[in-house]
């Protein structure tokens, strides 16, 4: 007991003698910028693929699409033909939509690019809810 009285009295001691410590005149301007800038570097949106990278993309599943849609399995419209198949969009789908086969290796392929891309987005989700918070 008296070990704590004497610990207690040394410790008012020293508080007494210890100068007050006050912080400067612009010490809440300058924190408040601090919190400005990290603010805007937490908010900065880069998107993950650039709009040059989407435009490619978009382009070639076009070229794509429009090559499956045209090409006969014996032989290749002529460009008259191509011009006549665009203009009359209804007989268009009629007629190719039939004649469009999608093997089940290929059906396989998109339904496992599917899973793998909504399995990525629950992991980067938890993982930038986890270094965000």
Do not use: H
């Amino acid at each position: 007991m008296d070990k704590d009285k004497e610990l207690e009295r040394l410790v008012d001691k020293m508080m007494e003698e210890a100068p007050l410590e006050t912080p400067s005149s612009n010490f809440t301007y300058v924190v408040m910028q601090e919190v400005t800038k990290l603010q805007q570097s937490m908010a900065e949106y880069k998107p993950v693929m650039s709009m040059q990278s989407i435009l490619i993309a978009l382009g070639m599943l076009g070229i794509f699409g429009f090559y499956l849609f045209t090409t006969n399995s014996a032989t290749t419209p002529a460009e008259g033909q191509v011009i006549q198949l665009l203009s009359d969009a209804k007989s268009w789908f009629s007629t190719k939509m039939p004649q469009l086969q999608i093997s089940k290796t290929f059906s396989y392929m998109i339904g496992a690019i599917g899973i793998m891309v909504c399995f990525q987005a629950f992991v980067l989700k938890r993982y930038f809810n986890k270094r965000w918070a």
